[in-house]
């Protein structure tokens, strides 16, 4: 009797049910960030003579700061950027792709032009549901004489109110997969053997990779046409609680450090 039982439990432990709660990365994770070490590498932004320059966006932009539609290219969440100058200290982008708005931000720049806010809301990715909230910037060099207050060196300092949507992922490791979905739309299910797997809902990532590295870390990358767009490395930590979550930015070349927490 106690053979079969054994058998019995050895073989449900055996069954995927039980390998997924094996695995530390199963179930929900949100991000905290008020734990996030940002990247220290600016933004480079110029507003004058009546144009709009982003030096380190990638590619870089360069479009009339007159309200109106600006095709750009080579960018996958938008085809069109719109910056309106409000007043000396504020501004307004507007992107859209295929007509649709796709992302608003207002940006005010404090009355000393050391600091500035941004509100955001961007739906570009994933279901369509607006990612919303609030980044905070110190200026850390100041732009040409002349231009606008938002012209110059910025490093993003802080995010805050951003909505759950945009924090929130979920994990499923069974059988040598893992399955990654998220409440904006973005999913993918790909082997751990670094093999390339479809990646969903995201306009900027086609494909990833995923390699497990011991028992509590997965680096996982995301491509864009064959080309690395970024590398997240996710390791559990003793508690099993807490996920350090690691991404550097190859486009941008930055890196970041966020902490995400099991819900």
């Known amino acids: 009797m106690k053979t079969s039982v054994r058998a019995a439990v050895l073989a449900a432990c055996l069954a995927p049910t039980c390998l997924w709660a094996a695995s530390a990365f199963d179930g929900a994770w949100k991000m905290d960030l008020s734990k996030a070490q940002l990247s220290s590498k600016p933004d480079v932004l110029v507003i004058k003579d009546g144009m709009y320059h982003c030096k380190t966006c990638v590619p870089a932009i360069d479009i009339k700061a007159d309200g109106t539609d600006q095709p750009v290219s080579g960018h996958p969440y938008f085809d069109t950027l719109a910056m309106t100058v409000v007043d000396d200290h504020t501004v307004r982008e507007v992107g859209k792709k295929g007509g649709r708005d796709v992302l608003t931000e207002t940006t005010v720049v404090s009355a000393d032009g050391k600091t500035a806010t941004s509100d955001f809301s961007d739906s570009s990715a994933g279901n369509g549901t607006p990612v919303t909230g609030k980044a905070t910037m110190a200026k850390v060099a100041a732009g040409p004489a002349g231009a606008h207050a938002l012209s110059g060196s910025w490093r993003t300092t802080k995010y805050e109110g951003v909505s759950d949507n945009a924090l929130t992922m979920n994990f499923k490791e069974d059988g040598g ?46 491509k864009r046409q064959g080309k690395v767009i970024d590398v997240v490395t996710m390791t559990v930590q003793p508690d099993g609680k807490t996920m350090k979550v690691g991404i550097e930015d190859k486009l941008h070349g930055t890196h970041s450090e966020f902490i995400a927490m099991k819900q």
């Open 177 to 222: 997969m893992l399955s990654m979905d998220s409440p904006m739309g973005t999913s993918y299910s790909a082997r751990l053997d670094g093999s390339d797997a479809p990646y969903k809902g995201d306009p900027g990532i086609d494909s990833v990779a995923v390699m497990k590295k011991g028992k509590n870390t997965i680096v996982e990358t995301d």
